[in-house]
């Protein structure tokens, strides 16, 4: 499929879609959730992807947020309807994905862009990323999952101080308080992150969708019941046979 805002490439089971809208430092407009989240299920209904990396353009930005160019003139009925929208189609879409999905924030992540992040599964950073959600100097409040994804990441005193100050948040400190699992040089970046992407493709993709599952329902009281269920469902399952036999018979599974 021919994509206008992103860039697709797969090689060696892992998938990386390139957010590729540098003239406006890869801000989201509509065209482009709905491409990354086309792509999305494309990749995942592909058996030989394993794993999705998502990145930006170019160093200076990830996301640099919004279009804000695309709802200033919008009212509460056609606003709500923008982030019910973009939340079903693409933020939701990442999180309950049954394919890992590692986000390699290389500059700016501000407000949906700092969203698309920590709907992510994993999260790596460039040294010169910067962090935050602006929403509140423009009047508003972050619309694609923010205030709900934040506090589970860095906590609730955290994600306060974030969304109300507006501040940017460096690498480092991100990093510092869980934002972010880890950071590099920004010429590293999307090395390390394909490294951490190939681990996790040699892995079982039938376990990986059932942790992501499990993981998803860790704040809920679903949470343990469903842990125990899947871990007994995978007893059954050709995945956990091969990766026994592997282990017993000392060489590699073959997922």
Partial sequence: MNYENILLQTEERISIITINRPES????N????QEISTALDQLNSDSSCRAIVITGSGEK??????????????????AEELARNGQNSLFNKIETLSKPVIAAVNGFALGGGLELAIACHIRYASENAKLGLPE??????PG?????RLPKLVGKGLANE???SAKMIPAQRAKEIGLVNDVFAIEELLTKTKELAKMIANNSPMAISKAIQAVNLSDTDKGFETEIRFFGELFDMED????VSAFIEKRKPAF
């Fill in 30 to 33: 509509a065209k482009t959730i």
């Fill in 25 to 28: 430092l890869n801000a989201l």
């Fill in 162 to 164: 974030i969304i109300f």
């Fill in 61 to 78: 930005s990830f996301v640099a947020g919004a279009d804000i160019k695309e709802f200033s003139d919008f009212g509460q009925e056609k």
């Fill in 240 to 243: 956990k046979k091969e990766g």
């Fill in 144 to 148: 694609y999952g923010g205030t709900q």
């Fill in 136 to 141: 509140v100097t423009l009047g508003l409040i």
